[in-house]
């Protein structure tokens, strides 16, 4: 326990730590606040396809710039995130052939490419590892200030058109036919989904961003007895886990995206086990 | 006579490009009038349906509502109102009664809580305005969907399978809330279902559809030829109106690739065709 104490200490204490803490809460919140929609869509693949495929913008950017370079490797990035999720968004919208398939062929195609590029121009081989998995101590004043950022622009975009993201979430056909812009709707949701990818790759990397995507919307939709107590539920439970998940990082000295992980699924499976028991014990 | 509210005219479609699935399809429905939609699996009910709700695009033809043509681009959208399956709600959000009708005030911003309280009521499930939708009968969810299609008073109410996994007390419940709304608001109503007896003792007009074949007049004078042409099998218990068709029309099966609804009123013979041998 002291040495748990001991890590809060340290963020108060570091600056760069001190961003990781407040970067983390920005960015742990948004999360909370659009995985519902990523469970309820049945989107948790593209999302996987997406995070893999920062791994190509990745690649070039660090042929190009050096891990230094925080700002001209995000904007890289992200500008090539965006265009594999474009591609990616125009091919599965509303398509017959399951977009499981696609999404699976695409990830791969673009993770493969990005090794290739990195394996032949990358100025430093070792960077891309930080970046698979996650560093808090990479992160920087301007990734604090991306992550803040990031959370004004999203939250507005989810919550003023709440309704209309429920209705098109819960009743596609009917939402459209009653003047839902779906298509607007669909690009909209996965520029926000990159965006997130892109801004949290140093804190969970692109492996491990996928659990602070799913495990909060699964909890919440799981423990939830309507829609608007899933997403507060959702963003409650993403900040609390991924903020326990770094100080336990600092305090054990471990990776932060793959302790983020385990906190997470941990505190799922917890719960999971005593709603069983709860439940086992009122019948 | 009452105004046209919707107008199909010659609707072809096909999923592959190669195989048609509709073929020249054309009907019309007025105000206060009812349109079933019958046929097998796979004869281009449903398709029929999404097509003239703008979900999907025919390859030819055009959709009138209020006799203005519909705008790929614009669809007019507030010209009806649309009820798909309950199957096709997404099961994994905790959606209740309330929040669900609350959508529509995404769009209807209007529209008070009162009025949704009284559209429950019509439907019949206010009691169940505060229950999770997952946790409604099959009859429940379709009348909780219809309520909310009710939501901008339209003048045309299209419907995707309504009784599809009811059972006929529930059948009955629901056809006769359309009845009623048909009957106080001079709605226009099109339903697309399998129940072939609900749909002729509940609709002026019916179009019977499989594929290239289809037929489309009034309900009177349909008779269990069609049917079983359409089909592909005979019928054993249908309620069919056949008074006068002994003297009026020829009971031959009525085949062709071609519509040609209308060409038989009141007043003159229907023209079928004979069977092609």
Not at chain 1, 103 to 118: D, E, N, P, Q, R
Not at chain 1, 136 to 163: M, R, Y
Not at chain 2, 20 to 49: A, I, Q, R
Not at chain 2, 233 to 260: R, V
């Amino acid at each position: 326990m002291m040495i748990f104490f001991q890590s809060l200490k340290d963020f108060l204490q570091y600056d760069f730590l001190l961003y990781a803490l407040l970067g983390t809460l920005a960015l742990s919140m948004t999360c909370g606040l659009i995985s519902p929609l990523i469970i309820a869509r049945k989107n948790a693949f593209m999302g996987s396809a997406i995070s893999h495929s920062t791994l190509l913008g990745l690649a070039i950017a660090l042929s190009l710039f050096s891990a230094e370079q925080s700002l001209s490797i995000f904007a890289t990035t992200l500008a090539i995130t965006i265009v594999c999720t474009l591609f990616l968004a125009t091919s599965t919208f509303r398509q017959k052939l399951p977009s499981d398939s696609m999404i699976g062929i695409f990830y791969t195609a673009t993770m493969a490419l990005g090794i290739i590029i990195h394996s032949l121009f990358a100025k430093n081989k070792t960077d891309l590892l930080s970046f698979l998995f996650g560093n808090i101590l990479l992160l920087t004043k301007e990734d604090l200030l991306l992550s803040a950022g990031l959370l004004i622009v999203t939250a507005p975009l989810i919550i003023i058109p709440f309704k209309k993201w429920l209705f098109l979430t819960y009743d596609e056909e009917g939402a459209i036919t009653s003047g839902i812009k779906a298509r607007l709707y669909h690009y909209l949701f996965f520029i926000l989904l990159a965006l997130l990818i892109v801004t949290s790759i140093k804190l969970a990397g692109t492996i491990l961003i996928e659990t602070l995507l799913l495990v909060p919307g699964f909890f919440a939709l799981k423990f939830s007895t309507n829609v608007r107590q899933a997403f507060i539920v959702s963003v409650i439970f993403s900040t609390v886990f991924a903020v326990l998940g770094i100080l336990i990082a600092n305090a054990y000295g471990l990776p932060s995206g793959a302790t983020l992980a385990v906190v997470l699924f941990l505190a799922l499976v917890l719960s999971l086990f005593l709603k069983k028991i709860y439940t086992f014990l009122r019948s | 006579m009452s105004k046209s509210v919707l107008r199909a005219e010659k609707i072809s479609f096909s999923y592959d490009g190669i195989t048609p699935t509709l073929k020249d399809v054309s009907f019309d429905l007025h105000e206060g009038e009812s349109l079933g939609v019958l046929g097998p699996n796979g004869g281009g009910k449903t398709t029929l349906m999404k097509i003239v709700v703008g979900l999907l695009s025919p390859q030819s033809g055009s959709i009138f509502f209020d006799e203005q043509k519909a705008d790929k681009r614009h669809y007019p959208y507030h010209s009806f109102s649309y009820v798909p399956q309950h199957s096709e709600l997404n099961s994994i959000l905790p959606v209740k009664v309330s929040e669900y009708m609350g959508f529509a005030k995404a769009i209807y911003k209007n529209i008070t809580e009162k009025e949704m309280d009284e559209l429950l009521e019509l439907v019949g499930i206010l009691h169940k305005k505060e229950s999770l939708i997952s946790s409604l009968s099959g009859g429940e969810k379709q009348r909780v969907l219809l309520a909310r299609a009710l939501v901008n008073h339209p003048k045309l109410l299209l419907l995707d399978e309504p009784t599809k996994g009811l059972d006929s007390s529930g059948q009955d419940q629901l056809l006769s809330i359309i009845e009623k709304i048909k009957q106080r608001d001079k709605t226009a109503v099109m339903i697309v279902d399998h129940n072939i007896n609900q749909i002729i003792r509940h609709c002026h007009k019916i179009l019977c559809l499989n594929r290239n074949f289809h037929w489309h007049d009034h309900t009177d004078l349909l008779t269990k030829n069609i049917l079983e042409d359409v089909y592909h099998c005979e019928f054993e218990h249908l309620l069919i109106h056949e008074k006068d068709l002994q003297s009026s029309h020829s009971h031959d099966h009525h085949f062709c690739d071609h519509d040609h609804a209308h060409q038989g009123t009141s007043n003159e013979p229907h023209s079928f065709l004979r069977r092609k041998k």
